[in-house]
């Protein structure tokens, strides 16, 4: 009976496995997207904007990103926890769906209205309005995409087919048509089409699985809202230490300083989103199975791997740079720099964090985290305004000092109730 039992326990395990890298490879490969393509967009961009007009495109791209933490409102965290324990029942599952739109197109009507009233009356960016206007159009775009529903029921080819497409467009139309400075409001509006296409092409594919948005009323659309508002805190914790520091530069700063920020947190990104399919895969994974030694066997190789791209990284940052973005862009290297050290921390954070503490029953530790994160960071903001220390490299040393309280909170947290975890089974067994 033991045997048996070792032998359908070690069977789960490798299924549980199986499942996790089929998903971490299909999110591996828009990853890889993610770092190969701006590694062909964005010195294409640099070399025919340069640094002030790139500063501005990515200055209305950072308004987009910033918006999408409200038009999101946690959902990307929400659902699938809420997806994971109505599997199989479709009736439900259409209703989530369409509570969780419905609470999205809401979010989006209010947040493109603030933008739309700060475009037609900013005087800094008053040459650039259709610009900061087009930002909209990617708000609506990305607000759209269903992500999340693809993430939830565990079917992440989905989401690799529609985003890859999505940028690939974005990359051939960019390469085609921006040929000069001029055309940088091109760029925002390739952005945003492409991002509407993929919005279309996900909800496509929802139909074709056999679901269905269907209105849950009114209850339920405030009752999502409700439950989802730990996450979104969550969420607009996290946005304060990552693409508020390009608004913030952009607002108290110059496009150049957007720039150079710009720059090197697309490189630092690009790092990120190497590990990042691991923690989204595990993610669902650990809410259903709690496996543990899958994701201190994940971390490990992970960190060991981020570490050696840090070491390479920090010698050949500055040639990196330059052969990338230009010589105008090696005066970002002190900035790629910070993030590159912030990278050692933001790896197994994210590990330690909903993978890890969600399995535990401690989502709330790991939201407080994030809360406490935003916290700080909010103080180091304020702080760089008043005292004029708006420039890259000070905003990249306030997102490394708030990873490093991040990390550390979580993995304290982690220790203690994987600890108290271990011994409650022990006393059962």
Request: hydrophobic share 50%; aromatic share 16%.
């Amino acid at each position: 009976m033991k045997d048996r039992l070792s032998s359908t326990l070690a069977n789960n395990d490798k299924e549980d496995q199986k499942r996790v890298f089929q998903n971490a490879g299909a999110l591996f490969v828009i990853q890889i997207a993610n770092m190969v393509l701006p590694f062909i967009m964005l010195p294409y961009l640099t070399h025919v904007l340069g640094a002030q007009y790139y500063g501005l495109v990515a200055f209305g791209l950072g308004i987009a990103q910033l918006g999408f933490v409200i038009t999101d409102y946690g959902f990307s965290l929400y659902a699938p926890v809420a997806l994971s324990k109505i599997r199989g029942d479709i009736a439900k599952i259409n209703k989530v769906v369409g509570a969780i739109y419905c609470c999205r197109i809401l979010l989006l009507l209010l947040v493109a209205a603030t933008i739309y009233l700060y475009a037609m009356y900013t005087q800094q960016y008053a040459e650039h309005r259709e610009l900061l206007l087009l930002s909209i159009l990617i708000l609506t775009g990305t607000t759209l995409q269903p992500v999340w529903f693809f993430h939830g029921i565990e079917k992440m080819a989905y989401i690799t087919f529609f985003s890859l497409l999505s940028r690939l467009s974005f990359l051939l139309l960019v390469v085609l048509f921006v040929t000069t400075k001029e055309d940088y409001f091109y760029v925002a509006l390739f952005n945003g089409v492409t991002h509407c296409a993929a919005a279309l092409l996900g909800l496509v594919l929802i139909y074709k699985l056999g679901y269905r948005a269907t209105w849950p009323g009114w209850q339920s659309v405030f009752e999502t809202f409700k439950t989802s508002m730990e996450f979104f805190w969550s969420r607009a914790a996290v946005s304060t230490y990552t693409a508020a520091g390009t608004v913030f530069l952009g607002l108290w700063g110059t496009s150049v300083q957007v720039a150079y920020y710009s720059a090197a947190e697309q490189l630092y990104k690009g790092a990120q989103a190497f590990f990042a399919p691991l923690s989204q895969a595990l993610y669902p994974n650990m809410l259903k199975n709690r496996n543990f030694s899958l994701l201190f066997k994940v971390m490990k190789w992970a960190v060991l791997c981020c570490l050696t791209g840090v070491l390479i990284g920090s010698v050949i940052g500055e040639q990196v740079l330059e052969l990338l973005f230009g010589l105008e862009f090696v005066n970002a290297n002190p900035v790629l720099l910070i993030f590159l050290v912030t990278l050692m921390f933001t790896t197994p954070s994210t590990m330690l964090g909903y993978p890890l503490l969600g399995a535990l029953g401690k989502v709330n530790l790991a939201n407080k985290s994030v809360f406490l994160g935003g916290a700080l960071q909010l103080c180091l903001l304020s702080f760089c305004y008043w005292f004029g220390y708006t420039t890259a490299l000070s905003i990249a040393i306030c997102v490394l000092l708030v990873e490093l309280l991040v990390f550390f909170l979580r993995a304290y947290w982690g220790n203690k109730y994987l600890r108290a975890d271990t011994n409650s089974q022990l006393e059962k067994g």
